[in-house]
């Protein structure tokens, strides 16, 4: 496929704008008219490719969704300079290849819409202070609500408790209130009726995605030296790459999965690993998508019967929820977040989160798919591969890099948070108010993971014993001048206290024993 290119030479005097890998939102205001001076830019850098190792598919889903938006531009009549991964004048760096299009243009001016990266931010701040006015930022746009209001909201308190933020959320945009203005069936949060196992029923939701062949862009990467991981699924890329791919994808979800989404939100499974979940994360965070739009769509949902309630309140407690303060957290804690480390964690990252070949068959199945397709849902990411990862103890850093390299969905305003914060406690509980930890009898109870695995999830000693077990209560035991004080962790230490010291000892013993041999798990 070839990159898509449109720029003629023009008069000097006109204006660069930028426009980043994860900023395809063709709504902006920049696009509604074509200006004659104006020229957008966009790159396909190494810069990007290489500052953590990616998946395969991330990599060509974003290239490929940067070129599909580029051609829409020209399509509509707007002037598009395209710098792909082989140009022979590519510089590889953002500011590098901005500086000389300037030159190349004669461009007056350079705009940029303001980067969800810190790294980035950063970058392109310090060079437009170089060029005074000439160089300028705006807003992307995307977002509810602004970068510092998560933290002006929460202001000096320990734990930013999410609940609160959401419900002003809601209250500010008028998403599922009645006409009094209070919450759609007088409660917030439906969240204790959305705990179920999934045992087959209802039939999980069909894989609305469109297929894409992108063998010759992935040989092109390979050419170029990119490292990667993962599977390319070079000739089925299966995310969407432009916006009505990413609205289809929408109505798809809202048809066939959203009326369960909420009961099965929390379900594993290792016959369906989409279940209910909306897949539709890439499409968000490239922008293709606006959050109220998506929270709109299924509130409209439920007003006309086709969801729920509490399925609808779940999703946009996610969207306008979660994802809004999770991005909050994340520009009140940098820079330095990525290296939060409360608990002291070393341990490093196990091979086989690169393989997948662990026998545990719940972390077989959640590191396998993500590795073969660059999704896992969520509670996959948290209650399997990062509860697995805290009660062992590996270092909360390495974790982040493979979580930011892996997943389709992840950028670092989005991912460290969750990683550091939500589901490793490194930032010492701002996000989450106890550590997010389970043996296996909570994997058990939401997952048909552990028929069929080698390890016995009710034991907890012995070389059969699901290692959750042991690491389980060796953690508390390990971590009770942290804990002990905290009241919704008090059920665990009064049955940790029940325990025999001769018991807890071999908890202790069977503990270090799974983490000596944690490659051969
Ligand atoms: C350790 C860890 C790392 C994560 N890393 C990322 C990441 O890099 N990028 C990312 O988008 N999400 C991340 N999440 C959140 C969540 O797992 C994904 O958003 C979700 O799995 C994406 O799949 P989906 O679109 O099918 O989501 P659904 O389950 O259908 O949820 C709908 C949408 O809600 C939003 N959402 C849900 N939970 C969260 C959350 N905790 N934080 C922010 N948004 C949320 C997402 O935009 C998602 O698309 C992470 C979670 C954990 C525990
Ligand atoms: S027994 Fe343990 S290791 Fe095996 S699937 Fe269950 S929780 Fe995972």
């Not at 290119?5 to 205001?29: F, K, M, V, Y």
């Not at 991964?85 to 953002?94: A, E, K, Q, R």
């Not at 862009?217 to 991981?229: E, I, K, N, Y």
Request: charged residues 25%.
């Amino acid at each position: 496929m070839a990159s898509p290119s449109n720029t003629a030479p023009e008069a000097s005097g006109g204006t660069l704008r930028l426009i980043l890998g994860d900023q395809l939102d063709p709504q902006h205001s920049w696009f509604a008219r074509v200006e004659a001076g104006v020229v957008y830019v966009l790159m396909e850098v190494r810069q990007e490719t290489d500052h953590v190792l990616h998946h395969a598919q991330k990599i060509l889903a974003i290239f490929a969704a940067m070129r599909e938006f580029a051609r829409e531009l020209v399509a509509a009549g707007h002037r598009v300079c395209y710098l792909s991964l082989d140009d022979p004048d590519n510089l590889h760096s953002i500011t590098g290849n901005l500086q000389a299009l300037m030159q190349r243009f004669g461009a007056a001016r350079v705009q940029w819409q303001e980067a969800d990266e810190w790294r980035v931010q950063r970058q392109l701040e310090q060079w437009a202070r170089r060029h005074g006015g000439a160089v300028q930022s705006v807003a992307s746009e995307h977002f509810l609500s602004t970068r510092g209001e998560v933290a002006a909201f929460f202001g000096d308190r320990e734990h930013w408790v999410m609940e609160g933020f959401y419900r002003a959320m809601r209250r500010r945009h008028r998403v599922l209130l009645d006409a009094r203005g209070q919450p759609e069936g007088q409660r917030w949060n439906f969240d204790h009726d959305n705990r179920k196992p999934w045992r087959g029923v209802p039939a999980a939701a069909p894989d609305w995605r469109p297929r894409h062949d992108h063998a010759a862009l992935w040989a092109m990467v390979r050419r170029c030296g990119v490292g990667s991981f993962g599977d390319p699924a070079a000739q089925a890329l299966c995310w969407p790459l432009n916006r009505a791919e990413a609205l289809a994808g929408l109505e798809a979800f809202v048809a066939g999965a959203l009326p369960h989404f909420g009961s099965y939100e929390d379900a594993m499974s290792s016959r369906s690993e989409r279940l209910f979940h909306s897949l539709l994360s890439f499409a968000l965070n490239t922008k293709m998508l606006r959050p109220l739009e998506v929270a709109r769509r299924v509130e409209a949902a439920y007003r006309s019967g086709e969801a729920p309630l509490a399925a609808a309140e779940g999703f946009i407690r996610q969207i306008i929820g979660w994802r809004e303060y999770i991005r909050g957290v994340y520009w009140a804690q940098m820079p330095g977040y990525e290296r939060v480390n409360a608990l002291r964690h070393e341990l490093p990252l196990p091979n086989w989160f690169w393989t997948g070949e662990v026998r545990m068959r719940c972390l077989r199945l959640a590191i396998g798919q993500s590795l073969r397709t660059a999704h896992a849902h969520h509670i996959q990411r948290l209650m399997v591969i990062g509860n697995f990862a805290l009660l062992a103890g590996i270092a909360p850093h390495a974790l982040h890099r493979w979580y930011l390299g892996v997943y389709i969905d992840a950028f670092e305003w989005v991912e460290l948070p969750n990683t550091v914060g939500m589901s490793q406690w490194a930032d010492g509980g701002r996000v989450a108010t106890k550590p997010y930890v389970s043996s296996a009898a909570y994997l058990q109870r939401m997952s048909d993971y552990c028929a069929g695995c080698p390890y016995d999830p009710r034991q907890r000693l012995g070389q059969r014993a699901c290692p959750f077990n042991a690491l389980y209560w060796d953690f508390f035991a390990r971590h009770r001048a942290r804990f002990e004080g905290n009241a919704r962790l008090r059920v665990v230490y009064l049955q940790l206290d029940r325990f025999a010291a001769s018991e807890i000892d071999a908890v202790r013993e069977r503990a270090a024993e799974v983490r000596a041999r944690i490659e051969t798990l």
